[in-house]
């Protein structure tokens, strides 16, 4: 059955692109936020049929490998030159004045 008609038969209107999105996310395994509404074992062999499908029909060199992001790490505050009684304004001032030292 194609991702669209499984999608449909469950009662969900959507598109191919999505529907794999869907079965891609390991939320719906459930973790410390969202309930579990598939179990392990599902979620399993759904994947191993997407990639035997995806071998089968030769679209096994699309996946593309993680790309690595880093954030930087190290910060400097310039001079405080204002105060401000109301504490969110003050706030939002002295967030204005950190620099990235990100190269």
């Known amino acids: 059955?194609?991702?669209?008609?499984?999608a449909k038969e469950?009662?969900?209107?959507?598109?191919?692109?999505?529907?794999?999105?869907?079965m891609e996310n390991r939320h719906y395994m459930g973790d410390d936020f969202y309930p579990a509404i598939i179990d392990v074992n599902t979620?399993?062999?759904?994947?191993?049929?997407r990639q035997r499908r995806a071998k089968k029909l030769g679209r096994t060199d699309r996946i593309k490998?993680?790309?690595?992001?880093?954030?930087p790490t190290t910060f400097t505050l310039g001079?405080?030159?204002e105060f401000y009684?109301?504490?969110?304004?003050?706030a939002e001032y002295?967030?204005?004045?950190i620099e990235s030292e990100a190269t």
């Open 85 to 90: 009684d109301d504490p969110a304004k003050q």
């Open 65 to 71: 490998p993680p790309v690595k992001k880093t954030s």
């Open 79 to 81: 001079t405080i030159k």
């Open 10 to 22: 469950a009662g969900i209107d959507t598109y191919h692109g999505t529907v794999k999105r869907m």
């Open 94 to 97: 002295l967030y204005s004045l």
């Open 43 to 49: 979620f399993t062999e759904a994947m191993l049929e």
């Open 1 to 6: 059955m194609s991702m669209v008609a499984a």
